[in-house]
C-alpha cells in the first residue's frame, strides 16, 4: 500500500513509540519455517523479504527474465523471482531482480512483466543505485564543510537541502533512463513496445485506488513534486511516447501470463496476519482485533497500522520479550515518560494494562494512550493517537476498539485462508455480479475494474477470460 496521504500521520506515531518493548514482529521467520522453494541468501532476504512459495511460478518468471537478458546481450549472470509480498512492486539488487505477487497480480501479460523486469535490469546496469550513493556522499560532504568554514549550522543545513533536492532530481533522471534502457531490452527480446507504456498504467491507476481507498482525490500521484523521487506517471508517459519503439510489435503471452497466475495468493502471508475490512486476525499467533468502523487498515512487517479519517491512529504489534510481574508496574515503573492514569484490566480475559502518555511540548493537545495485553509468551500492544475537535471522544473509540483483542479459536485459525487470484470465464455474468464476488466491502467494481486493466464494467463481459479474487 502507497502510504503518501498518510505519511505525516505516521509521523505522529513517535509521540507514542515508548510502548514498544523492543519489538519483535507479529512473524515467524520464513528461513526457519522452510517456506518458498526458491532459497534466497540470507543477506539478501533480509533486504527484500523471502520468496513466494511456488516453484512453477518461480520458474516461470525467471524464464522471462532470462529472455531479456539473452536477447540484449546484458552482462552479468541475474536470477529473477516473485516476492512473497502483496504490494504492487518491482526492484532489484545486484544479480538479482523481483516483482511482488502484488504487481503480477495487476499485469495483463508477459510483455508487462518483461517491462517491469527490463526497468530494473536498467538501473542494474547502469548501477544506478551506487551513483545515487556517491552523489548523496558528495551532498553529506559538501554539507559539512560549509557548516565548518561558515561556522553556521544554519548554512551546512541550506547547502544539505540544495543537495538533497538535486539527489531527487537525480533520481528522477535515473527512471526515464531506465525506461528508455527497459523499452530496448524488452524490444530486443520480442515483447510489445507498448507494454512499457501498460506497465505505467497499471500502476497509476493502482496508485489511485488506493488513494480512493483511502478517501483522497485520486490524481494526487500525477501532481508533479521537486521532493518526489521519481517521475509522475504522466511525465514517464510523455518521455515514451517520443520513443520509436513505443509502437513495436511483439508478444503479449497473455494466455500462459494467466495460466501461471491462476490460483497465486494476493494476500499477506498466513504467518503475517490477514486484514478482513476493519479486522485484523492473525493464525499463527492466534489473535485477532478490529479497529473501529471507518478506519483504513494496513499490515506492514513490523506491525499493523489503522488510520482514521480524521487521522487517528492505531499501531499494534507484538513481542517476545518477556515482562515479569504485573504489567501495571511494568507500565509505571519501564515505561518513559511514566504514563499517567495506570490501570490493571483485562482484555479478551487476558491481563491487560491502560495508561496515558502524559501531554506535553512533543504531543500538545493530542491524546496518546498505551494498551498492553499478555497472550500467552507475548505482549502484545496498542499504541493510539487521537488529536483534533474530537480527540476526547475518538480517544475512547480507539480505546474500546484495542479493547476488542481476543484469542482465536481452533475453528477461527483453520477456516482462515488467504484470499487468491483466480481466471474465469466472465460468460453467463454481468459485471455487477463479478463485482459481488470480490471478497471486499468497499469499492468491489472498482478494484475489479483496476484488477483487469479495465475501462468500465461493459469491458468485462466482453473478454473471454478475467482475473477475479476469491476467498
Known amino acids: 500500500m502507497n502510504f503518501r496521504g498518510i505519511l505525516a500521520s505516521v509521523a505522529m506515531l513517535a509521540v507514542v513509540a515508548a510502548c514498544t518493548p523492543q519489538v519483535t514482529p507479529p512473524q515467524t521467520n520464513a528461513a526457519s519455517a522452510g517456506r518458498g522453494a526458491l532459497s534466497l541468501p540470507r543477506e539478501v532476504e533480509r533486504l527484500v523479504g523471502p520468496a513466494y512459495d511456488d516453484p512453477k511460478l518461480q520458474a516461470y518468471v525467471d524464464r522471462v527474465g532470462q529472455r531479456i537478458v539473452t536477447a540484449a546481450g546484458l552482462p552479468g549472470s541475474y536470477r529473477f523471482a516473485v516476492l512473497d509480498q502483496s504490494l504492487a512492486n518491482a526492484h532489484a539488487v545486484p544479480g538479482y531482480v523481483f516483482v511482488t505477487r502484488g504487481l ?110 483511502m478517501g483522497e482525490t485520486s490524481d494526487v500521484g500525477d501532481r508533479p513534486s521537486a521532493s518526489s523521487t521519481h517521475p509522475a506517471p504522466v511525465e514517464r508517459l510523455e518521455a515514451l511516447a517520443a520513443l520509436p519503439g513505443t509502437s513495436a510489435p511483439g508478444e503479449a503471452n497473455q494466455k500462459e501470463y494467466f495460466a501461471s497466475i491462476d490460483g497465486m495468493s494476493v494476500d ?105 495485553v499478555r497472550h500467552g509468551e507475548r505482549i502484545c500492544y496498542f499504541n493510539l493517537m487521537s488529536e483534533g475537535p474530537g480527540q476526547d471522544r475518538q ?62 464494467p461493459a469491458d468485462l463481459t466482453r473478454r473471454s477470460e478475467i482475473k477475479i479474487i476469491e476467498p
Open 268 to 372: 499477506d502471508p498466513p504467518n503475517e496476519g490477514f486484514v478482513r475490512g476493519t479486522s485484523f486476525l492473525h493464525p499463527t499467533l492466534r489473535l485477532a482485533f478490529t479497529a473501529p468502523a471507518g478506519f483504513f487498515v494496513f499490515n506492514e512487517n513490523d506491525g499493523v497500522l489503522a488510520v482514521g479519517r480524521d487521522r487517528s491512529l492505531m499501531f499494534f504489534s507484538c513481542t517476545t520479550d518477556q515482562v515479569e510481574g504485573r504489567l501495571d508496574d511494568w507500565m509505571r515503573n519501564k515505561l518513559k515518560p511514566t504514563p499517567t492514569d495506570i490501570r490493571a484490566t483485562e482484555i479478551g480475559g487476558a491481563e491487560a494494562a491502560i495508561g496515558a502518555r502524559p501531554r506535553g511540548s512533543d504531543t500538545g493537545l493530542a491524546q496518546a494512550r498505551y494498551v498492553i
Open 104 to 213: 503480477l497480480a495487476i499485469l495483463e501479460d508477459e510483455a508487462e512483466l518483461a517491462a517491469a523486469f527490463s526497468h530494473e535490469l536498467g538501473h542494474l546496469v547502469q548501477r544506478h543505485a551506487a551513483q545515487r550513493a556517491r552523489v548523496r556522499k558528495d551532498m553529506v560532504d559538501a554539507a559539512v564543510a560549509a557548516a565548518s568554514t561558515s561556522g553556521s549550522v544554519t548554512v551546512g543545513r541550506s547547502v544539505a537541502n540544495e543537495g538533497l533536492l538535486a539527489l531527487r532530481r537525480y533520481s528522477r533522471e535515473q527512471e526515464l533512463e531506465a525506461d528508455r534502457l527497459a523499452l530496448t531490452y524488452m524490444t530486443k527480446a520480442g515483447y510489445r513496445g507498448s507494454a512499457m507504456e501498460g506497465l505505467i498504467h497499471r500502476l497509476r491507476r493502482q496508485s489511485q485506488l488506493e488513494s480512493q481507498i
Open 395 to 456: 480517544i475512547e473509540v480507539l480505546l474500546n476498539a484495542a479493547r476488542s483483542f481476543r484469542s482465536l479459536s481452533d475453528a477461527e485459525v483453520v477456516a482462515l485462508k488467504p484470499y487468491r487470484l483466480r481466471i474465469i470465464s466472465p460468460t453467463g455474468s454481468t459485471a455487477a455480479q463479478l463485482a459481488a464476488r470480490m471478497p471486499y466491502q468497499t469499492l468491489r467494481m472498482e478494484r475489479l475494474l483496476v484488477l483487469n486493466a479495465a475501462d468500465a
